[in-house]
C-alpha cells in the first residue's frame, strides 16, 4: 500500500480515538468517517429541510456520508441532550434553533446547560417574524396599532403558536418595549393560530414570513411590521418595529450548528469554515429565500457572542412575563 495512504489513515485511527496528534494533522484527515446531524425537530420542518441541505452539500464537499438524525421532542430538548452527551470528536454536531438558547430560560431543570455543554460552530441562517393583523383591525400601520391598543387595554387578542414559543417571546417583547397590553391567545402551532387569525377569531400575531406573507400579498391580513434589527430581504416593503418608533428592537429565529463541548479547535474550525462555504453557493442562497430565511454563516465566536446575549436578553423577558412551560 502507497505510504501516504498509510500514514492517512492512521493519523485518522489516531486522531478517531483521541490520542495527541498536532491539531493540523486531525483537521487533515477529518471526517475519516460519517457524520450525523441531529435534527432537534420532526421532519419536514425548515430546521429538517436544512439540515438535508447541509448534509447532501458537506457530504459531497468531505466525499463522506452525512445523515439527519431527527431527535424531536421537549421543544428541541430531547436532541440537545443527546447532542451534549455524544464524543466530542466532530462526528455528531446539532443544527439547533434559537429554542435551544430560551429553553435554558423556559425549563426550572434542564439535563445540559444550553450554553456550556456545547461547542459552537456556526449561526446559518436566521429569519425575522412578521407583526400581521387581521383586517378588522383599524389600524394599516405600527404607530395606529399602538395608539388603539393604549385606547383599549387588554381588548386585542394576540394568538402565538404556544407559551415560550418564539412567536410569544417576541410579543412579550413588543409588550415590554411599547408598553400596551394584548389578550395573549396561545394555541398548539402556528397553523391553527395562522387559521384562527384569518377566520378572525384572532386579531394579532408575529408570524414566521412563509405563513404570514402570502396571506398579507393575498390581502388576508396586514403586515405591519418585521422585528429584524434591519428590514427583511424578502419583504422589504415593510417597516422594522426599531425604525417605527421602538430602536433597539430585535427579535427573530436563527438556525446554528453546534457540537458537544470540547471539539478540538481545528476541527471546529474546519467545520466552520466548510458550512461557510455551503452558505456562498447561489443554489444555496436561493433556496434559503425560498424558504425566507437569510443565508448568515458566523463564526464560532460570533455564534458564542450570540448566544450569550440571547440567554440573557429572553431570561430577562420570561421572568418579567412569568412564562412556565413546565
Same mark, same amino acid.
Given at each position: ?6 500514514? +492517512? ?8 480515538? /483521541? ?5 493540523? *494533522? ?14 432537534? +425537530? ?47 470528536? /466532530? ?9 435551544? %438558547? ?66 410569544h417571546l417576541t410579543a412579550e417583547l413588543?409588550?415590554?418595549? $411599547? ?21 378572525? @377569531? ?7 414570513? %412563509?405563513?404570514?406573507?402570502? @396571506? ?11 422585528? /429584524? ?38 476541527? *471546529? ?6 458550512? #461557510?462555504?455551503?452558505? @456562498? ?11 425566507? *430565511? ?12 450570540? #448566544? ?6 429572553? $431570561?430577562? *423577558? ?9
Amino acid at each position: 500500500m502507497h505510504l501516504k495512504i498509510v500514514v +492517512f489513515r492512521l493519523a485518522a485511527i489516531l486522531c478517531l480515538a /483521541g490520542l495527541a496528534l498536532p491539531g493540523p *494533522v486531525c483537521a487533515q484527515s477529518y471526517p475519516a468517517k460519517p457524520v450525523k446531524i441531529i435534527v432537534p +425537530f420532526p421532519p419536514g420542518g425548515p430546521a429538517d429541510v436544512l439540515g438535508r441541505i447541509f448534509a447532501d452539500r458537506l457530504g459531497a464537499m468531505w466525499s463522506q456520508p452525512v445523515v439527519v438524525d431527527n431527535r424531536a421532542g421537549a421543544a428541541g430538548n430531547i436532541g440537545s441532550e443527546v447532542t451534549a452527551k455524544s464524543a466530542a470528536d /466532530g462526528y455528531t454536531v446539532l443544527l439547533a434553533a434559537s429554542s435551544h %438558547v430560551t429553553n435554558g430560560g423556559l425549563y426550572s431543570k434542564l439535563p445540559y446547560d444550553p450554553i456550556k455543554d456545547f461547542t459552537p460552530i456556526s449561526q446559518v441562517a436566521y429569519y425575522s417574524l412578521v407583526l400581521v393583523a387581521h383586517p378588522s383591525v383599524a389600524a394599516s400601520s405600527l404607530k395606529e396599532l399602538i395608539e388603539l391598543a393604549k385606547a383599549n387595554p387588554g381588548k386585542l387578542s394576540l394568538a402565538s403558536a404556544g407559551n415560550g414559543t418564539p412567536t410569544h417571546l417576541t410579543a412579550e417583547l413588543f409588550r415590554r418595549a $411599547t408598553g400596551i397590553d394584548f389578550l395573549h391567545v396561545p394555541y398548539r402551532g402556528a397553523a391553527p393560530a395562522t387559521n384562527d387569525l384569518l377566520a378572525g @377569531q384572532a386579531q394579532l400575531m408575529f408570524n414566521n414570513p %412563509v405563513s404570514a406573507l402570502p @396571506q398579507v400579498r393575498a390581502g388576508r391580513l396586514r403586515a405591519l411590521a418585521t422585528t /429584524g434589527a434591519a428590514r427583511s430581504p424578502i419583504a422589504p416593503e415593510i417597516p422594522t418595529v426599531a425604525e417605527s418608533g421602538y430602536p433597539g428592537f430585535e427579535a427573530g429565529t436563527w438556525y446554528a450548528f453546534l457540537g458537544p463541548a470540547g471539539i478540538p479547535r481545528e476541527i *471546529v474550525i474546519k467545520l466552520s469554515a466548510d458550512i #461557510m462555504a455551503v452558505l @456562498q453557493v447561489a443554489e444555496i442562497r436561493a433556496r434559503f429565500a425560498a424558504m425566507g *430565511v437569510e443565508p448568515i454563516g458566523t463564526t464560532p465566536e460570533q455564534l458564542t457572542a450570540i #448566544m450569550h446575549s440571547d440567554l440573557e436578553k429572553w $431570561t430577562k *423577558v420570561i421572568r418579567a412575563a412569568d412564562i412556565k412551560v413546565d
